[in-house]
């Protein structure tokens, strides 16, 4: 449904650092499982063996009853498991790799993990029906904006191509495929390519899996019901959908052919040459603060969006290389935060770095050659990022809103 795309002879193996980091995002899939027993389960009931006897005695009976919460979390990261060993089962044969390959095994490092874990968390915000809230603020700006400022009725909005930079687990995409339009999206992460990949073009019905996505979290939970809730993925099967909305729409191209992903730095991918003048639109979705240099950037969308054609833009400015005061304060900031551009994945021969704020960064599109033609703060809303709306600590952005048009 979604072709996933690179350069047409590009081998991501034939590049020792591409498969290095290859094999580790495969590797963590596969190891999700073990990390997780052994590390939310396994050393948590070695704690708790450690108590004095009373207060252990104490702890294993109702109301507390915690050898049987850490049973049924363990039952919960079993049921995220077989997510993650699905998606790895399809990304392993898509690269080539056979049964008896074992080359890439043992290759993650503790990061390549929790990327991991996180991307399987995603799943909660982008296809679950209990991310419909997180979804609606974002993505519904995005969508009415495309209709205003490029109006075409459904069946001709094939002829408008819209890129997504950032596309994380494709649902977006899927939206603005959903919508009539021919979209494509790009991605740097392989545990993203991975993981949208399987959800877009291998899942066989609605609801086939389960995701505790709290389960592996023991802080700020008012009930332990609330660590415990799971959500059922996806909340549409996307080939079902797309065909529901080709009939009403009657859109006169096929879905399958409106909807691509491309592999890569989007900077690199998109100062091409044969990328120039090639979208009408570009839509960025918790993505601009990716950047190392925004100007970087800007100019990539200058470059690829035709004259006349608009960038619509959502979200906040966490500035993903602002440097903090300790490592333990950028990874609490970052908690919950798309990890569709690693901190290490600056693009080619890119230095420096710099931090605007919303007001800066309104400014700087303007003098690099658009004309701003609405903005807001928290056009529906404030919104969570993967956020559980039963926890006690609730963080929440007010992102940033605008649309720019190309002189």
């Known amino acids: 449904m979604a072709a996933m795309n690179r350069d047409d002879n590009y081998d991501p193996l034939s590049n020792p650092e591409e498969r290095r980091v290859l094999h580790a995002a495969l590797d963590s899939f ?22 004095p006897s009373a207060h252990m005695d104490l702890l294993a009976e109702p109301p507390f ?10 039952d919960a990261i079993d049921a995220n498991a077989e997510l993650a060993e699905a998606i790895l089962n399809v990304a392993l044969p898509s690269f080539g790799f056979s049964e008896d390959d074992d080359s890439w095994k043992g290759k993650a490092t503790p990061n390549d993990m929790d990327k991991a874990r996180s991307t399987l968390r995603q799943f909660y915000r982008d296809w679950s029906a209990e991310g419909v809230p997180e979804r609606y603020a974002c993505h519904l700006p995005i969508v009415s904006a495309l209709a205003t400022h490029l109006p075409l009725p459904p069946a001709k909005r094939h002829q408008l191509r819209v890129l997504v930079p950032g596309a994380g687990l494709g649902r977006l995409v899927f939206n603005l495929c959903n919508e009539g339009y021919t979209v494509q999206g790009n991605e740097i992460s392989y545990h993203q390519l991975f993981a949208s990949n399987y959800i877009l073009n291998c899942t066989r ?10 389960a592996l979290h023991f802080s700020n939970h008012a009930e332990r019901a609330a660590q415990l809730r799971s959500v059922s993925i996806p909340d549409v099967h996307p080939g079902h959908e797309l065909e529901k909305s080709m009939q009403s729409t009657q859109s006169e191209v096929h879905y399958s052919e409106r909807m691509s992903m491309t592999a890569g730095d989007f900077c690199e991918t998109y100062r091409r040459p044969q990328c120039k003048d090639g ?32 960038w619509i833009n959502l979200g906040p400015l966490l500035w993903h290389f602002e440097p903090t ?38 400014a700087l599109v303007q003098k690099l050659g658009f ?21 006690m600590l609730q963080n929440v952005y007010r992102p940033s809103f605008w649309v720019a048009k190309k002189r």
């Open 30 to 51: 596969r190891q999700y499982r073990r990390a997780a027993h052994y590390n939310i389960t396994h050393l948590r009931r070695q704690s708790f063996y450690s108590l």
């Open 205 to 214: 019905t609605t609801g086939q899996h389960i995701l505790y996505p709290w």
């Open 65 to 74: 009853s915690l050898p049987k919460v850490f049973d049924q979390v363990d």
């Open 371 to 391: 004309d701003v033609l609405e903005q807001k703060l928290a056009p529906a809303g404030a919104v969570g990022y993967i956020q559980d709306p039963g926890s």
């Open 325 to 362: 005061s300790a490592p333990a304060e950028k990874d609490d900031a970052r908690e919950g935060q798309n990890t569709h551009a690693a901190p290490s994945s600056r693009g080619a021969a890119e230095h420096g770095s710099f931090e605007l704020s919303n007001e800066e960064v309104v």
């Open 279 to 310: 979208f009408n639109a570009v839509t960025t979705c918790f993505f601009i603060d990716t950047a190392a240099n925004l100007i970087a950037y800007i100019e990539t969308v200058m470059h690829c969006l035709e004259s006349g054609g608009v």
